[in-house]
C-alpha cells in the first residue's frame, strides 16, 4: 500500500466538506502541476501555503496582491493530516520532462487524460496497473522542489484522518544557520 501520513492545505470550508464526505478528485484543479489530482506535502510549511485566510480570503503563497496580509496572531487555521496509499507511484525527477511527455495531454482531452508519460489510461500503461500515485522531487526546469510533493487521483486512496488547528505567526523567530558549543 506504501501508506504514509501527509499533509492537505485548503480553506476551511472546503476541509468541513473533504471531513462530512471525503476527497473528491472530481473536483481537482486542472491547473496543477501534476493535472487534476489530489495533493499532498510531507511537510507542514508546502501544505499551509495553500491555506486561506478566513479574515481575507487570501492565501500564504505570495501571489500579486493575493498574499494575506492581515497577520492577525489570533486567527486559528486548519490543515489535514491525512492517510495516503501511494501504491507504486511514478517518480518523477524532471518536471519539464513530464511537462512534455504528459501534462500537455491534459489541455487536449481530461476524460483520457494520462498522468504518466507512458501513456495508458490514469493508472494504466499498456492497459497493465503501473502506477497508482505521483511523487515529484523536482520543479519547472528539474531543479529541486523546496518540498517534496504527492499526488493521487483515486479518492479511494486518501483517509482524512487529523484537523490540526493552528496560529501563523506575524514574526516567526529566526532559525540559527550554524550551531554553537
Known amino acids: 500500500m506504501n501508506e ?3 499533509f492537505h492545505g485548503t480553506d476551511k470550508e472546503t476541509i468541513d466538506i473533504i471531513i462530512d464526505l ?5 473536483y481537482a484543479e ?13 511537510n507542514s510549511s508546502k501544505s499551509n ?3 486561506s485566510c478566513p479574515k481575507c480570503s487570501s492565501g500564504a503563497i505570495p501571489k500579486k496582491n493575493r498574499t494575506c496580509t492581515c497577520k492577525d496572531p ?7 493530516l491525512t492517510r495516503v496509499c501511494l501504491g507504486n507511484p511514478y517518480v518523477c525527477t524532471d ?8 501534462h500537455e495531454r491534459l489541455n487536449k482531452n481530461r476524460e483520457n487524460y494520462t498522468p504518466f508519460p507512458n501513456g495508458g489510461c490514469m493508472l494504466c500503461v499498456n492497459n497493465v496497473l503501473e502506477h497508482h500515485s505521483v511523487y515529484c522531487e523536482s520543479k519547472k526546469g528539474g531543479g529541486p522542489l523546496r518540498a517534496r510533493e504527492f499526488a493521487v487521483y483515486d ?3 486518501t483517509y482524512p484522518e487529523f484537523i490540526i488547528h493552528y496560529k501563523r505567526l506575524s514574526n516567526p523567530p529566526e532559525i540559527p544557520t550554524e550551531v554553537e558549543y
Open 30 to 42: 486542472e491547473k496543477g502541476m501534476f493535472g487534476p489530482g489530489i495533493y499532498f506535502a510531507e
Open 4 to 6: 504514509y501520513l501527509l
Open 22 to 26: 471525503g476527497f473528491d478528485e472530481r
Open 95 to 102: 518536471y519539464k520532462h513530464w511537462k512534455e511527455n504528459a
Open 74 to 80: 489570533d486567527i486559528v487555521y486548519q490543515i489535514l
Open 155 to 157: 479518492k479511494r486512496q
Open 49 to 51: 501555503q495553500y491555506v
